[in-house]
């Protein structure tokens, strides 16, 4: 069995990014009419787009119980970036539920939040490692962030169970392409013709070649990283995005999908209010373009970002907001198209199959 899967025929709710906020899922699956096993009345089967963890109240009690559901077959998902870096072992911002090492610079910013026992990392992990990239049907296709045939190709040559280690592959075949263009020392160069730290925000830089080569050699050249984060291109007009001056910026990539099958994604921190604030990184040249909060994307119109922000929920108690004013957990209803809320709001989507308007790259968060 590969990294690409089948997606089961019938009825389809595809739930966008989780992270942590358990309350959220499970009053968007009692919207969505199914238990807690998973099973709903009327045969319907959910799917997940990934990123179940980090930042969020109870990372653990979301990935029980999505992984009891995929255990019991009531229910598909498939891994997003915040997955692989557990499976990686990369702690990054968030995963202070799961790593000792994020735990003191996590807590002023994410606290309360639920910690995984020691005697359930082992197997969770475990399961993750059983989980695809990618699911597909001849009229659906579901990953986290970006389908790209040449990507998927190499993940559909790759056995389940091969996540962790196929991606360190990939990792190291970037890190030795680094070293025989010796991009490294042309940066060394660079830096010496520029010497004010990439961090200090008030020194721009002039585009830098070599910083920009090592950005895209370590977005792009391992395929299972493009696929649970994006695509990224050169950007010739450096910007301060994440703490850094950058040199490639991501790109819409559907604005080039010029496939049939439809294609639902997360990852992208979409705005669920129109002509809201980006709730995660700069956004003001945005992934999204002119487009509204319903719309399907792309060069055919059909491409979905399902990821509506719950993620940024923990911003919002912190600055004494209503959580779930702007921040909010979808699920995207299949073939309906339709929108279903943790509040219970339903909304049709709009523009199927129509060819998308220009969107604008965005600058990476």
Request: a neutral charge; hydrophobic letters at 40%.
């Amino acid at each position: 069995m590969s990294l690409v899967q089948s997606l089961p025929s019938g009825s389809l709710d595809i739930v966008g990014d989780i992270h942590g906020e358990i309350a959220a899922l499970r009053q968007l699956l009692t919207h969505l009419g199914y238990d807690e096993q998973g099973h709903h009345p009327q045969g319907r089967r959910l799917v997940f787009v990934g990123d179940f963890c980090d930042r969020g109240p109870d990372s653990p009690a979301v990935l029980r119980l999505v992984l009891s559901m995929i255990a019991a077959g009531t229910a598909l998902a498939v891994l997003g970036n915040h997955e692989i870096n557990l499976l990686r072992e990369d702690a990054k911002d968030g995963s202070g539920w799961f790593f000792d090492s994020r735990l003191a610079s996590d807590e002023p910013k994410y606290a309360p939040f639920a910690r995984l026992s020691k005697a359930d990392a082992a197997t969770l992990l475990q399961q993750l490692n059983q989980m695809p990239i990618a699911l597909e049907r001849e009229d659906l296709r579901v990953v986290h962030a970006a389908w790209l045939s040449p990507q998927i190709a190499m993940a559909r040559s790759l056995p389940v169970g091969d996540v962790r280690h196929a991606y360190d592959r990939y990792e190291d075949q970037a890190a030795e392409q680094a070293r025989s263009s010796q991009v490294l020392q042309r940066m060394q160069t660079e830096r010496q013709r520029w010497p004010h730290s990439l961090e200090d925000g008030a020194q721009r830089p002039p585009f830098l070649p070599a910083h920009s080569e090592r950005e895209l050699g370590k977005a792009m050249v391992n395929p299972l990283k493009v696929l649970t984060t994006g695509v990224e291109r050169e950007c010739r007009t450096p910007f301060y995005a994440g703490g850094k001056w950058r040199f490639v910026q991501r790109v819409a990539w559907w604005s080039e999908y010029t496939e049939a099958p439809a294609v639902v994604v997360g990852h992208y921190w979409r705005r669920p209010l129109a002509g809201d604030a980006a709730a995660h990184g700069p956004q003001a040249e945005n992934l999204f373009g002119h487009t509204g909060p319903l719309a399907w994307l792309g060069a055919r119109g059909n491409v979905f970002c399902v990821d509506y922000s719950v993620g940024a929920r923990w911003a919002a108690r912190r600055n004494g907001e209503d959580p779930a004013r702007r921040f909010k957990l979808a699920a995207l209803r299949w073939p309906e198209r339709t929108l279903v809320f943790d509040d219970g709001v339903q909304l049709a989507t709009e523009g199927f199959g129509a060819p998308g308007k220009a969107q604008a790259a965005a600058r990476p968060s």
